[in-house]
Every structure is written in C-alpha cells, then in structure tokens.
C-alpha cells in the first residue's frame, strides 16, 4: 500500500494548487476551476484518512460525496453570477468587479 | 361649614367656562363676554361667606378633609381648616373681589380679551381662596404657586406692551426666589414630622419633635417664601413694576390676593415661627426696613400708580414688623391686613377712575382734578386718611392696635413704626393734594409724550369723566368699609359681630388679647398722621414751602430715593455679572464638553478611523482571498503553536 504521507503530499498538493489559481488568475471562470481543484484536494484528503485510519465506517467517503454535490451545485450557481456578471460587464475579469469598493 | 369648598369652587367654574369660552372665541357671543358669570360667581361666594362664618363662631374651628394621594408610605389627605383667620382672609377676599369685578365691567369695557381678563380673575380668587382654606402645606403650596401664576397672567395682561411684558416675568421671578425657599422649607418639615398636615406640624412644634436647627431653618425658608409673596426687602422690587396691569388687577393684588398671602403664610405658620428663637424679631427687623424705605421712596415717585404701589409695600413691611411682635401683633397685623385691604383696593380703583377719566397717570401731567371729579375725590380723601390712620376710621384701630404692639418692643422699633405713619401720611396727602387741588396742568405738559393717545389733545379737559355707575359703586361699598371696617376692635360693636371683647378676642394666638385702648400711642399716632398731613398740606396745598427747593437743599437724599435706594441696579449688576456669568460658563461646559466631545465626539472619531481603514477594501478578489487565507494560516500557527 502506498504510504498515506504521499497521498497527503498530492492532496495538500491539489489544494496549494487550486489555492494559487484562485489568487492569481483574473478571469472568473479559472478563478472557479481553482477553487473545485481546492475542493477535490479536501475530498481527496478525507478519504485518505477514512481509509488508512478509519476504514469500517465510510465516513470520509460520505463526506466527499457530500463536497463533490455542494460543489456541482456551487458551480451552477456560480457559473450563473458569472455569466451575468459578463452580460453586464462584457468581462468575466473579477478585478473589474468593484463597483461595491469606495 | 363642609360647603365652603363652594367658595373657590364656584369660582373656578367661572373661570372654567370663562377660560373655554375665551379660547375657542364664544365668549363674544355671550352677552357681555360672560363678565356677569365671573360676578355672579365672586357674589355667591361673598353670600356663602357669610353662613361660613356663622358656622365658625357657632361650631370653632373645625376642618374636613377627603382622600388625596394613597401609595405606599404615603397618604395625603385634601382638607379645609376654618378658623376665625381663614374666615377674615374669606371675607376680605370675596368682598374685594366681588367690588374689583364689578368696578372692571367699567374700567375694562371694549377691551379686546375682555372674557379672559375676568376668567384670570376667577382663577385669581379661586386660587387665593384655596390658599386659605387649605389645611395642609402641600395644598397650600399648590394654591400659592396658583398665586403666582395668575399674578403672571394678568400683570402681563398687555403682553403686547414690552414693560408689561417684563414685569411680569419679573414678578413671577422674583417671587420664584422666595418660592423655592417655601417648597424646601415645607419638604424640610415633612421630613422631619412625616406629615404635610399643619396642625401634625404645630403639634410636633409645641412638642419639640423638630430639631431646632431644622425647625430654625424650616421657619427661615417659610419666611423666604412669604417675602418674595409679600414683596419684603430684598425682594419688593416686583411690586412696583407689577403696576403695568390694569388698574383693578393692581387693586386686587395689593389688597387681597398675592401680596396677602405672604402675611397670611406666616400668619398661619404663627406657632412655628414663634417657636424659633430670634425669628420674630428678624420679621420685625426685615419688615421696618421695608416700610421705612419704601415709605421713602413713595415721596418721590410721580406715576400715581407707584405711589401707591410703594405705599402697600411700606404697609406690608408695616405687617410683618408688626407680626414679629408676638401674639398682639399676630392679631394685629391681620386686623391691618384686612383694614388696609379696603382701603388700598380703594386707593387703586380711585386712581382707576382718575386714568380712565384722563388717559394720563403721571403727577406731573394731572392736577386740578378736584371739581371735575367730586366722587372719586371724596372716596380718595377717605381711603388717603384712612390710610394715614386719622380716628375713625379703619386705618386708625388697626394701626392703633399695631403700635400697641410694636411698643412692646422697644423704643427704636416703636419709634421708626412711628417714623412709617408721618411718612405715609405725607406721601398719601401729596398724592391727594396733587390730584385733586392746584391748577390743571399746564398746555407744555399736554403736550407730552403721553399725549398722543387722544385723538385732538385739546378736548382731554373737557372730555375728563367721573366715574360711571358700575366703577362708583365698588368705590363707595370700598369707601363705606374704609370708614367703618375698623370699629369692630371696639368691644361694643365688636359684640354685634359676635366678637364680644373686640377682634382680639376673635382672631388670637394661644389666648384672647383684649382689647386695650393706649391713649398714648393713640395721640402719638395721631399726632404724627396730622404733622403728617400738615407738611404734606404746606407743600402741595398751600404752597407755602417749595417742593423743588427742598428737592436742591436734599438732592444727594432725593436722588437716592429717585433710584429706589439702587435695589434694582444692584439686582441687574448681579444678573450681569453673577448670573449670567455662570451661565456662559455653564453653556461653555455644555458646547464644549457636552456636545462637542460626548456627543459629536464618538462621531467624529469613527468617521475618522473609518477613513483609514477604508483603503483596506480594494475591491479586488484576489486580495480579500489573500488576506483569508493569511489569517487562517496565522490562526493555524496559533493552534498549533498553543498545542505545543
């Protein structure tokens, strides 16, 4: 079996990942392709440890489950506020989404 | 009698409907504005009066009260006590109102707040009424602010006019000054007897329940407030501004109601104030100082108004000294205080008739008087000799009695009493003389500044009246109670009233005084009223000493009494410097400490840190991100760096 700090090293890995897309790219839809890289690195991560210190029970395997559902919805959602945010602005470039600022 | 709360009750009917009617404009289509109300109401409580005292002298004194205030600890009961000196107060009170009414149907007719003027009457009457029937401080302290408050009411009646306007408030200040001494001293008392009922205060007084230092200061501040009511020095100054109402208010105020109820409070508080060593004799002390000097100052005021203001106020200084002369002042000066009642109201409604007749009130503008108005010269003669206290008529048994009294307390006090009667003698028969005698003033003085009220300035002499019926009347009914008002102190009259030893035997403190006739200080009296009358007469009448050459020979004198002895300008110096003072310290405190920094402070601060803390929201994503994830790596270290 592989040993669980490799698993943990490419989970930590995804979401350092995801991490960095979200800061550093402008454009809203890479923004969220970032943040489901985050999302699937927690996931990865809960069943690593549900299965390597708690195989009985399932319960990371639930827990990602449940992260892979919120997200699909999370990113309908999104994808919506996007597309009207590109309809209004004719950008999809969340640094010129300011209009709330002072 | 359990029905005379109907007296005041009556009255302030009167006043209700009067007050409604005013307000929401039906009094003008009453049918005489509604005045006959006012009157009819003062005339069945000057009827009532009469069965009242009846019941008095049949059943003595005796009060009844009703449930007031019932909360926890406290149960206040508003009661009436009738005794022989609320039923002389009721008698003088109706009578005088009942003739001032009257005589203003006259003297106010075609004025525009003709129904309002006499609803404030009413209310007037009502509350002094009230005053005197009132068995406990609370409710009496009610009535008295009620005083005051009316007193405000119509001195200002011509608010539009800026004097009036300002007498009234002066007034009404400064007898607040007195006021709140009275409220303080009545809460001082409740503390320490736990009851506003008087006879539970006099009790606790004979039992000596009351620390003395409390009662002390209890008895001075009751003192305070009847100063300020009944005009003392220092506090007389409002009584002569308060000359810019209408003549009958004047007479009202001066002779009944207000300026009475600060005699009748001290009066009333008798067994109190005489229980305080010392007391009686600052009463004596304040009240000589008040008659000599405004005695003074009435021989040099030329508006007849003030004169005769000055005059109640020596007159009510003249009470009070006499009232710190122990129990036969006590008598005494309540006796002087319903004589003098008459006769002032009088002096007030005759100078009335003499302005209403001629527009003029200042001496220098009015004279000759004598042959155009025969009426009002007579009713003034009477009311200006009574005043001097010549026998028999009323001032003189009063003042008699008075002396009698005051002679007990040394030769200095008796002498300067004495000193009070020469110069009231004097100022009385200048004003008379002057009125009524000598030639009519001449055409420069016509001309004045007053002048420009009548239409053509030459018709004034022509046009110049007696009084009407409804203004005659009241003065004769006033005249006829100047002349007989003071025979009952004789034992022999006295016993048709059913005061068979005189008024002393009526109206006393812990025992009868018999009446006591001093030939001595009757002659003194006399003597001094007619040396009196006699320079006055050499002055005004005969002409056969100068008044402007005494005037040159005594400027220094004449000045200082011109300038009513610098009181006044004492009392602006004061508001200017002390009160006002304090008060731009007081606003300084206020705007800067107050507004500036408790309440524009907080405001200030935050909208200037939030000026800071706004370039922290950039509007970029990216940083909010950023800052989201240092703080979760700043708490994890702190996680682990605790777990550790």
């Given at each position: 079996m592989i040993p669980i700090q490799q698993v943990l090293t490419i989970?930590?890995?995804?979401?350092?990942?995801?991490?960095?897309?979200v800061l550093a790219r402008r454009?809203?839809?890479?923004?969220?392709?970032?943040?489901?890289?985050?999302?699937?690195?927690?996931?990865?991560?809960?069943?690593?440890?549900?299965?390597?210190?708690?195989?009985?029970?399932?319960?990371?395997?639930?827990?990602?489950?449940?992260?892979?559902?919120?997200?699909?919805?999370?990113?309908?959602?999104?994808?919506?506020i996007i597309l009207r945010l590109y309809r209004l602005r004719r950008t999809a470039n969340v640094d010129e989404a300011n209009t709330m600022r002072w | 009698m359990e029905q005379a709360w109907l007296l005041p009750g009556l009255t302030f009917g009167a006043f209700t409907v009067l007050s409604l009617a005013s307000l929401t404009g039906l009094a003008r289509r009453i049918p005489g504005g509604g005045a006959w109300l006012s009157i009819a109401a003062a005339l069945v409580s000057f009827v009532l009066f009469w069965p009242v005292a009846a019941d008095e002298q049949a059943?003595?004194?005796?009060?009844?009260?009703?449930?007031?205030?019932?909360?926890?600890?406290?149960?206040?009961?508003?009661?009436?006590?009738?005794?022989?000196?609320?039923?002389?107060?009721?008698?003088?009170?109706?009578?005088?109102?009942?003739?001032?009414?009257?005589?203003?149907?006259?003297?106010?007719?075609?004025?525009?707040?003709?129904?309002?003027?006499?609803?404030?009457?009413?209310?007037?009457?009502?509350?002094?009424?009230?005053?005197?029937?009132?068995d406990n401080y609370l409710l009496l302290y009610i009535m008295w602010e009620l005083v005051g408050f009316c007193s405000y009411l119509l001195i200002g009646f011509y608010y539009d006019r800026k004097a009036a306007a300002e007498a009234a408030k002066k007034a009404f200040v400064t007898?607040?000054?007195?006021?709140?001494?009275?409220?303080?001293?009545?809460?001082?008392?409740?503390?320490?007897?736990?009851?506003?009922?008087?006879?539970?205060?006099?009790?606790?007084?004979?039992?000596?329940?009351?620390?003395?230092?409390?009662?002390?200061?209890?008895?001075?501040?009751?003192?305070?407030?009847?100063?300020?009511?009944?005009?003392?020095?220092?506090?007389?100054?409002?009584?002569?501004?308060?000359?810019?109402?209408?003549?009958?208010?004047?007479?009202?105020?001066?002779?009944?109601?207000?300026?009475?109820?600060?005699?009748?409070?001290?009066?009333?508080?008798y067994p109190l104030f005489s229980a305080v060593p010392g007391m009686?004799?600052?009463?004596?002390?304040?009240?000589?100082?008040?008659?000599?000097?405004?005695?003074?100052?009435?021989?040099?005021?030329?508006?007849?108004?003030?004169?005769?203001?000055?005059?109640?106020?020596?007159?009510?200084?003249?009470?009070?000294?006499?009232?710190?002369?122990?129990?036969?002042?006590?008598?005494?000066?309540?006796?002087?205080?319903?004589?003098?009642?008459?006769?002032?109201?009088?002096?007030?409604?005759?100078?009335?008739?003499?302005?209403?007749?001629?527009?003029?009130?200042?001496?220098?503008?009015?004279?000759?008087?004598?042959?155009?108005?025969?009426?009002?010269?007579?009713?003034?003669?009477?009311?200006?000799?009574?005043?001097?206290?010549?026998?028999?008529?009323?001032?003189?048994?009063?003042?008699?009695?008075?002396?009698?009294?005051?002679?007990?307390?040394?030769?200095?006090?008796y002498g300067l009493a004495i000193l009070s009667v020469f110069l009231s003698a004097i100022y009385g028969a200048?004003?008379?003389?002057?009125?009524?005698?000598?030639?009519?003033?001449?055409?420069?003085?016509?001309?004045?500044?007053?002048?420009?009220?009548?239409?053509?300035?030459?018709?004034?002499?022509?046009?110049?009246?007696?009084?009407?019926?409804?203004?005659?009347?009241?003065?004769?009914?006033?005249?006829?109670?100047?002349?007989?008002?003071?025979v009952v102190a004789l034992p022999a009259v006295g016993a048709l009233v059913g005061m068979p030893q005189g008024i002393g035997s009526y109206l006393f403190f812990h025992e009868p005084e018999p009446f006591y006739f001093d030939a001595g200080v009757a002659v003194t009296s006399t003597t001094a009223a007619l040396l009196g009358l006699f320079v006055a007469s050499g002055l005004y009448w005969w002409r056969i000493w100068s008044p402007a050459a005494l005037q040159a020979r005594f400027s220094r004198a004449h000045a200082l009494l011109e300038r009513k002895f610098l009181v006044d300008e004492v009392y602006q110096w004061a508001i200017d410097h002390i009160v006002l003072a304090s008060g731009r310290l007081v606003a300084l405190f206020d705007r800067a400490v107050l507004n500036d920094a408790g309440v524009n402070g907080p405001g200030v601060v935050t909208v200037a840190l939030s000026a800071l803390l706004k370039y922290t929201q950039t509007g970029r994503l990216a940083n909010y991100a950023l800052i989201m994830v240092i703080g979760l790596l700043v708490l994890f270290a702190a996680a682990f760096g605790f777990a550790m």
């Open positions: 989970s930590a890995g995804l979401f350092c990942l995801g991490l960095y897309v454009n809203a839809v890479l923004v969220l392709m970032g943040l489901e890289l985050m999302l699937n690195g927690v996931a990865l991560n809960f069943i690593t440890f549900a299965v390597y210190r708690d195989p009985e029970r399932f319960l990371g395997q639930i827990f990602a489950l449940f992260v892979i559902v919120v997200a699909a919805a999370e990113v309908g959602l999104a994808l919506a | 059943r003595g004194t005796h009060s009844f009260a009703i449930p007031w205030v019932q909360v926890a600890g406290l149960e206040l009961t508003a009661g009436m006590a009738i005794d022989p000196l609320t039923v002389l107060m009721l008698g003088l009170i109706t009578f005088v109102a009942l003739c001032v009414q009257v005589y203003s149907t006259g003297y106010m007719r075609g004025e525009s707040r003709y129904s309002w003027y006499f609803a404030a009457l009413s209310l007037f009457v009502t509350a002094m009424l009230g005053l005197v029937l009132a007898t607040r000054l007195g006021d709140v001494g009275l409220l303080i001293g009545i809460l001082l008392l409740f503390r320490a007897t736990g009851t506003f009922q008087m006879s539970g205060v006099f009790h606790a007084v004979e039992t000596g329940a009351i620390e003395p230092a409390t009662l002390s200061l209890a008895a001075l501040l009751l003192f305070l407030g009847a100063m300020g009511k009944s005009a003392q020095f220092p506090f007389h100054v409002w009584l002569p501004d308060a000359m810019e109402g209408p003549t009958p208010v004047s007479a009202l105020i001066h002779a009944a109601t207000m300026v009475a109820a600060g005699v009748y409070l001290v009066a009333r508080s009686l004799m600052f009463m004596t002390l304040v009240g000589l100082i008040t008659t000599i000097m405004a005695a003074g100052i009435a021989l040099v005021v030329t508006d007849i108004k003030k004169v005769i203001a000055y005059s109640t106020v020596s007159k009510l200084g003249f009470m009070v000294a006499v009232l710190g002369a122990g129990g036969a002042g006590f008598t005494a000066a309540i006796f002087y205080l319903v004589t003098h009642g008459f006769f002032k109201a009088l002096l007030f409604l005759g100078a009335g008739s003499v302005i209403h007749a001629t527009h003029r009130q200042d001496l220098q503008e009015l004279g000759g008087l004598g042959r155009k108005m025969p009426l009002t010269a007579s009713v003034l003669l009477i009311a200006t000799l009574a005043l001097a206290g010549l026998p028999p008529l009323s001032g003189f048994w009063s003042k008699d009695e008075a002396l009698v009294a005051l002679s007990q307390r040394g030769p200095l006090v200048r004003l008379w003389f002057r009125l009524f005698t000598g030639p009519a003033p001449t055409a420069d003085h016509e001309s004045g500044p007053v002048a420009e009220d009548e239409s053509e300035p030459g018709t004034h002499a022509l046009a110049t009246h007696d009084a009407p019926v409804a203004m005659a009347l009241p003065m004769l009914a006033l005249a006829a109670m100047s002349v007989v008002g003071g």
